[in-house]
């Protein structure tokens, strides 16, 4: 069983900066990928980014190709997600999750879920 907080979410002007982090319980974290969604009001939850167990492969969606970056701190438990040159279309509630190993981009992947940080970008 793998619990996970997110933390960071809040208010920041377009082309600002946010940095997420979540934190997961338990001593096995360093044999789970991890993955960042999103889900915006009225639409379906999205991938956002990932990263596996070692943090030596990650993989980014096109929408934030060259703004976000996904990073892990084994020895803290703890997922990252750096956010630059943010967007009013980056608004959205954002979730962490986690998976055995290997990253995956595809939400029915993942076994364990946060409970979301909510980012707003102002344009």
């Known amino acids: 069983q793998v619990q996970l907080v997110e933390s960071g979410g809040g208010l920041v002007q377009a082309g600002g900066s946010l940095r997420l982090s979540c934190a997961a319980s338990g001593r096995t974290f360093s044999s789970y990928a991890m993955g960042w969604f999103r889900q915006a009001p009225g639409k379906e939850r999205e991938f956002v980014a990932a990263i596996n167990w070692s943090g030596g492969s990650t993989y980014n969606a096109d929408s934030v190709k060259g703004r976000f970056t996904i990073s892990r701190d084994n020895a803290k438990n703890t997922v990252y997600l750096q956010m630059n040159s943010l967007k009013p279309e980056d608004t959205a509630a954002y979730y962490c999750?986690?998976?055995?190993?290997?990253?995956?981009?595809?939400?029915?992947?993942?076994?364990?879920w946060g409970q979301g940080t909510q980012v707003t970008v102002s344009s």
């Open positions: 999750a986690a998976r055995p190993v290997t990253l995956s981009a595809s939400e029915r992947n993942y076994l364990y």
